[in-house]
């Protein structure tokens, strides 16, 4: 069984994204072997009132009929917007949402902002993840208009350290990081801090090329999840990481793990 | 209490649980929509090793960027690990001069770590040389010294001197005389390369652009062109589009960045005859951005494999 944790539908306004709605999705999975995705709208992303983007992905997904069991919904919230707080009531309330996507960089607010750990203290209360990434495009091929974090410039893309603040914060909360693309270093001093949290990685980011060398540290195995980043990322190199394990980098039951295990258990399935 | 807009909240926790029986999203695969195909039994890796494969951009290293990334099979056996797991038969192998100035005494210092690994691994490797037009003479003798050696080549020329700079001009003509493919990293005005973008992100300002290879591939048209990585440096779309109409410009697809239809719209701009299968060390990237994408398994096959051995035919250095 495969449930991909890093999914997502929508536009994206530089670049014509293939599969961005539910059904192009649907047959991405279905032809790909994948049961399950988590999504969320990336029009969430922009548009200021996210809102408008949980109930489309609502709507969109209502219109799958009972395919819409193959997919776990994830709202988009701003907590520096107002209203955020009914809009979580209502995402996890009529639209079945189960966990959150958030987007400091994007929505213009500090990985430390007190609405922020305020979301994130409600999240580990409703006992439901929450969502950052590192990137959502490289940088590198980023348009003109896009946020200003380059790869190499003084304003760097994300690395785990932009996260840990937040982790640091609300230590008990629920994780998830994805689209792991740089650096996993952290501050010795925020080595405990990071093994301790409930964190859960997907595979869709470069930093997993040395997957093999990761899963060597047995804390690891329980920690990374198959994620493919769609439509943004091809829809097989995620996979492709876990399946091209050698016995001798990962039993059987570790790529079990990775496929679906990690996942149903985090998401509590 | 510890938490602002708990009260609020609350009264949602028992029925939202991702563990609760009443959550409507459920694992139930019972009852599918008969308006989708059925999920396929994929096999990933038979996809994988349907195909055989030629990578036209892998690098070797010295051990201490080996440490540094963590590669604890250090180089070349970590390209040789990755190579046997992913069906890669032969891998173009080349030690990139990123350094300054690339004098002679520094590009032959790098050709020496290729031939090294060449030799250690002849079945594997194909190597490329590195050379700088900076250094005419210098490079012209080098040329020979790496042919005596068995190399194809050039490896990934680098960003002391650009594609077009006329002092590459007596190189060329000789590598054309050679029919040796001619490789050079590159970049994109759009990405981190260019003008347009007003970061300061230490790209070298020597770096060819499209624009520097479509004025050589003009030049040239009997040269043999490829085109470093469209997936990292620069914007892939912007690259395909400009060498749509320059028959001698090959793309390859190596680099880290994985784009989600990458390759069906270089095939759609470019051809399917001129694209390389490449990875510059993302392996990973390399073959699943290619498996992902929309082209029949006979157009697979010619971008792992048979387009790169085509142009090695024309110098007799095929590999089968």
């Not at chain 1, 489309?56 to 799958?64: A, I, K, N, P």
């Not at chain 1, 060398?213 to 943004?232: C, D, M, V, W």
């Not at chain 2, 520094?106 to 770590?113: A, D, S």
């Amino acid at each position: 069984m495969w449930i991909d944790i890093n999914a997502y539908v929508g536009r994206w306004p530089f670049m014509q994204f293939q599969y961005n709605t539910c059904a192009a999705l649907l047959n991405r999975m279905n032809k790909f072997g994948v049961d399950i995705s988590v999504i969320s709208n990336l029009n969430g992303i922009f548009y200021k009132n996210t809102q408008s983007a949980n109930k489309e992905l609502y709507e969109e997904l209502q219109s799958l009929g009972r395919n819409n069991k193959r997919f776990i919904p994830f709202a988009v919230i701003n907590p520096t917007y107002a209203g955020w707080k009914n809009d979580l009531k209502e995402c996890l309330e009529k639209f079945g949402m189960k966990g959150i996507r958030l987007y400091p960089k994007y929505h213009d607010y500090a990985i430390t902002d007190p609405s922020l750990i305020e979301l994130v203290k409600m999240a580990r209360t409703l006992d439901i993840p929450v969502t950052f990434n590192y990137r959502i495009v490289d940088s590198r091929q980023r348009s003109w208009m896009d946020i200003d974090l380059v790869a190499t410039s003084a304003k760097p893309e994300w690395t785990l350290r932009n996260i840990i603040p937040i982790i640091k914060a609300v230590p008990d909360a629920k994780y998830m990081i994805v689209n792991v693309c740089n650096s996993l270093e952290i501050n010795p001093e925020d080595e405990e801090i990071f093994n301790n949290a409930n964190v859960l990685m997907d595979t869709s980011g470069r930093s997993f090329n040395t997957i093999g060398i990761f899963l060597q540290e047995k804390a690891n195995i329980t920690r990374l999840a198959y994620g493919t980043h769609s439509p943004i990322l091809d829809y097989l190199t995620g996979m492709l990481r876990i399946e091209s394990l050698d016995s001798d980098e990962a039993s059987e039951n570790t790529k079990d793990l990775l496929r679906s295990g990690n996942a149903k258990r985090f998401l509590e399935l | 209490m510890a938490d602002s807009g708990f009260n609020a909240l609350s009264r949602m926790t028992v029925r939202n649980g991702l563990n609760k029986k009443s959550v409507s999203h459920n694992t139930d695969m019972n009852d599918e929509c008969t308006l989708f195909p059925e999920k396929a039994n994929f096999d990933l890796m038979s996809e994988v090793m349907k195909f055989r494969k030629i990578d036209a951009h892998v690098h070797v290293y010295w051990p201490d960027f080996t440490k540094i990334l963590g590669w604890v099979r250090g180089s070349p056996e970590t390209q040789i690990f990755f190579g046997k797991k992913l069906r890669i038969e032969k891998q173009v192998i080349s030690r990139y001069l990123n350094v300054m100035p690339g004098s002679p005494e520094q590009f032959r210092k790098y050709n020496n770590l290729t031939i090294e690994a060449m030799k250690k691994y002849p079945d594997n490797f194909l190597g490329g040389f590195v050379i700088n037009g900076a250094y005419q003479k210098e490079s012209l003798e080098e040329i020979n010294r790496c042919m005596d050696a068995g190399m194809i080549g050039t490896g990934e020329l680098y960003y002391h001197v650009k594609i077009n700079d006329p002092r590459y001009y007596p190189i060329i003509e000789k590598l054309i005389d050679l029919k040796m493919i001619i490789h050079f990293h590159a970049e994109c005005q759009l990405g981190v390369g260019g003008y347009r973008m007003k970061y300061k992100t230490t790209q070298a300002p020597n770096t060819s652009i499209p624009e520097d290879f479509v004025d050589i591939a003009k030049r040239y048209p009997e040269g043999i062109f490829q085109f470093a990585h469209i997936g990292m440096g620069g914007d892939w779309e912007y690259e395909c589009k400009m060498f749509a109409d320059y028959p001698n410009i090959y793309v390859e697809t190596g680099g880290s960045n994985n784009s989600e239809n990458m390759i069906d719209f270089a095939v759609k701009h470019i051809g399917e005859d001129r694209i390389f299968f490449g990875s510059d060390g993302a392996y990973f990237q390399g073959i699943g951005k290619i498996l992902a994408s929309n082209l029949t398994d006979r157009q697979k096959q010619k971008i792992f494999f048979d387009n790169y051995n085509n142009v090695l035919k024309l110098g007799g250095r095929n590999v089968d």
